[in-house]
T-cell receptor
Framework: GQNIDQPTEMTATEGAIVQINCTYQ??????LFWYQQHAGEAPTFLSY????GLEEKGRFSSFLSRSKGYSYLLLKELQMKDSASYLC???????????FGSGTRLQVQP | DGGITQSPKYLFRKEGQNVTLSCEQN?????MYWYRQDPGQGLRLIYY???????QKGDIAEGYSVSREKKESFPLTVTSAQKNPTAFYLC???????????FGPGTRLLVL
């Protein structure tokens, strides 16, 4: 099975950088996703990591270490609109459906 | 416009009643999924379907049923056997070769 851990809440300041960590334990693994979810809305796709290393996409970057069962999402130049929940999700080997962590609620303050 | 639609946005269920949530996509995706989200929680998989006329139970399938008669449609029925149905229900789809799942806007189910 899969066990995914993320911090429940984080607070950061507008213009700063924040790193949201995700650790997972899985018997088989085909990749890791990050989604953003604003309150009351559906999740939207941010990034997908299959191989070890850093994937950069504008202000957002995602890192994966398969050997350590660890990923992080890095948000730079924080904006107020980045206040949302960030969901880490694992794609298990042999199943197309994702397994989600409980999410990290990020609050960006002025 | 291509996308995933869910209806209704809000749905009320009475005790002992079955209700059906609609999910339609025009992205030509072969796989579709249903998740449930409770307040402050992540998403939990109810059912998923990789091709028409085939579907698999997820982690919390009890009290739910689905059908996949058309590629575009994957309705979810919440039966009276589901004793705690109040939640936010999200439908998603993906295509073979690209495992990214794209979500519909969701249906919020409330029990009267």
């Amino acid at each position: 099975g899969q066990n995914i851990d993320q911090p429940t809440e984080m607070t950061a300041t507008e213009g700063a950088i924040v790193q949201i960590n995700c650790t997972y334990q899985t018997s088989g693994f085909n990749g890791l996703f990050w989604y953003q979810q604003h309150a009351g809305e559906a999740p939207t796709f941010l990034s997908y990591n299959v191989l070890d290393g850093l994937e950069e996409k504008g202000r957002f970057s995602s890192f994966l270490s398969r050997s350590k069962g660890y990923s992080y999402l890095l948000l730079k130049e924080l904006q107020m609109k980045d206040s949302a929940s960030y969901l880490c999700a694992v794609l298990p080997r042999g199943r197309r459906a994702l397994t989600f962590g409980s999410g990290t609620r990020l609050q960006v303050q002025p | 416009d291509g996308g995933i639609t869910q209806s209704p946005k809000y749905l009320f269920r009475k005790e002992g009643q079955n209700v059906t949530l609609s999910c339609e996509q025009n992205l030509n995706h072969d796989a579709m999924y249903w998740y449930r989200q409770d307040p402050g929680q992540g998403l939990r998989l109810i059912y998923y379907s990789q091709i028409v006329n085939d579907f698999q139970k997820g982690d919390i399938a009890e009290g739910y049923s689905v059908s996949r008669e058309k590629k575009e449609s994957f309705p979810l029925t919440v039966t009276s056997a589901q004793k705690n149905p109040t939640a936010f229900y999200l439908c998603a789809s993906s295509s073979t070769g690209d495992e990214t799942q794209y979500f519909g806007p969701g249906t919020r189910l409330l029990v009267l």
